[in-house]
Structure formats: C-alpha cells, structure tokens
C-alpha cells in the first residue's frame, strides 16, 4: 500500500492552473473478479470517459496523450493488478502521475479540473490517523509509518543496529580490549549460573534496545507521531525501559512480528490503536455542539470559504455524499454557487477541504445523519 504523506499531499496539491484529471475505483483484493482483470476493465472504461471528456474540453490532442501515456501503461501492467486492495486513486496531469492503492472503498468517480480532487482522501489525511509502527525482534528491527488505512516501510538501516548482534558484538569487542586479565564472558556467565545468565541476556538486549531508541528519537522527534511497538510479551517492559520518545504508546501489539507480514502487523495495530483514531473527531464534533449557534461555528458555505481563506478554520466537516458546485473569488472573498458542474466551476467542498489540510487544521467526512448541524453539508468549527 502506498502511503500519502504530508510531503506527497503538498506535492498533489501544489498543482494548479494545468488540466488536473483524478480518477477513483473499488477494486478487488483477489478471487475470481481478479482473475477476470474486472479492475483493469474498470479503469480502462473510466479512462475512456475522461478521455472523450477532455476532447470535448477542446484539449489538444499531444497533451491527451501526455496525460493518458501513464494510466494506459497503468492498465497493461499485468503484475500491478495481481496486488490490489479496496481502493484505487490515480492523479494525472502534464508531466504528472501518482497512483495509491489503498484500503478505502472509494465510489468510481472521475473529476477534471485545474487541481486534483483530494477529498475522497480526507479519512487518510486528517485526524488522529498517522502514527508509527516499530517492529521489534532481537533478530531484526523495523520501522513503519502508517493510517488507519495504509501503511509503509521507513528507511532506518542507517539509524539503528538491525540486530541484538550487531550491538552485543561491539560492546563485547570493547570489552575484550579493555580486559586484560584475559577472562572470557562465557567464563563469566558460568560463574553467575543461570540467574546470572538471564540478567546478561536482559542487559544485552536492554543495551540493544537503547541503540535502536537512540537511532529513532532523532527521526521520530520530527513529526511527534505516536509509536506502537510489535513485539513478543517478554520484549515490550525492557524497550519500555529503554524507551525515551515522549509519545510512546503503552499497549503493544502483540505476538512475534515474524508470524506474519507488514499488512498482517497494520491490522493489528489499526485494532489496538482504534480508540485513539477517532479521538481528534469526537472531541471535535463535541466542541460544536457546545458552541453551536455563536460566531465560532459556521454553518453556510459563503461565512465559511472567507474564514478557510483567512486560516480561521480549525475542523471543517463535510457531508460524504454531497457535493457543492460554484467558484470562489479569493480577491474579493465572493463565493457563488452552482446547481450542477460545468465548465468554469469545481468542488468548493474540495477546495476548502485541500486548504484546511495545508494549514493544518482537520476535516472529517461524515454521513447526513452524523453532521453536527443536519441542516447543512458543510460545518466548521473556527479557531478561538
């Protein structure tokens, strides 16, 4: 699964005024709809569409190609359908082209416009969903960042010793050299008998355990994420230990990582971690009610596009099935709105949605019936 970031989001959206074509489809993890390339078929239909739509667009015909040549390589990569899971995101523009497989049942949906359409992304982006997995064996260390929707490997083989061994050994090597009296460890462990062999093995996987925080802390102080450790029971109390990263979580995974693979890990995490997920949401929602009815909650879109422009905005809620058409005049903070879509006009809901999220608020899709004011599709709880 592909993992969108803080980075890859601001790259997304860092592209405006060119012919932007997004594109979302369910797909299938395996059986028989698989074997019959039904997600393959899907695409290639939709692509179709956007096609016949971008011609009546008066798109030239060089830059339909340009923006096709990489959905289309897309379609005939055999091994890329083998590998799918709920949902599949694609962004295409001159000279761009990201695709996300993700765990989000995307509707099939395809949007062109001067920017990509990120707000079936939301749940991904926003909230309580980032944190960051440590897998964590004495024969092999890994680090994940992760959502409750994805999940991807971090780069850590330069921070930390990958295995107790590799940590163990050098401090025995030092040892060696300071010790002249040419006692082996061994010799000193048979001394201390098998309660003494047991506190070595804890001090070497404690010390282990040190060099693998020390490694992280520099890294995982950039974002602050919460950390969730997988590891087998005995483990979890000597890194807890060892541990010095403030926002350490204190249930673990467990069970020995190496029973199962990077997604097998993510589920459980995701089952762990659930309370926390939907914490940011529900304190959120809480807080508009109570405050609903005064000047730090909105609830018409031409009050809350000028506030979203001005940064005032700290949750923005829309409704997950509803759309507004119009425009958005940034000059003269004028907002118009449209019954349908057509040229000329977008997604104000996208819109709010993709600036809220640059300036770090959060933005939550709900249903109609979960909406903190029904009445309207979109709420926004400002910043006081």
Known sequence: MSLINEKKFEKLTSIKDKTCVSIFIPTERAGKDVLEEKNKTHLKSLWQQVENKLQEKKVSEEKIKEIGKPIENLINDKSFWRHQSDGLAIFASEG????????????AHTYISKEFYIKPLVPILSGDGRFNLLSLQVEEVKLYEATKYSVAAVEIDDLVPSQL???VGYDYEEKTLQQKSGASSMGQQNMHGHAGAD???KNEILRF??????GLNEYLQKEKLPLIVACQDYLFPI???ANTYQ???DKLVPGNPSDTDMFGLHEKAVEIFEPELEKTKREKMKKFDELNNTDNTGTSVTDILPAVQ???????FLENRSEIWGTYNEDNMNVTIHDNQHDGNYSLMNWAAKEVLRQGGNVFLISQAQMPDTNSEMNALYRF
């Open 96 to 107: 761009f082209f990201e695709k996300y497989t993700l765990p989000v049942n995307f509707e």
């Open 165 to 167: 061994e590799d940590r």
């Open 199 to 201: 506190r070595e093995r």
């Open 209 to 214: 355990f040190n060099a693998v925080d020390k």
């Open 239 to 241: 890194y807890q230990e």
């Open 247 to 249: 926002n350490f979580y």
């Open 310 to 316: 001005q940064g005032k905005v700290d949750t923005l």
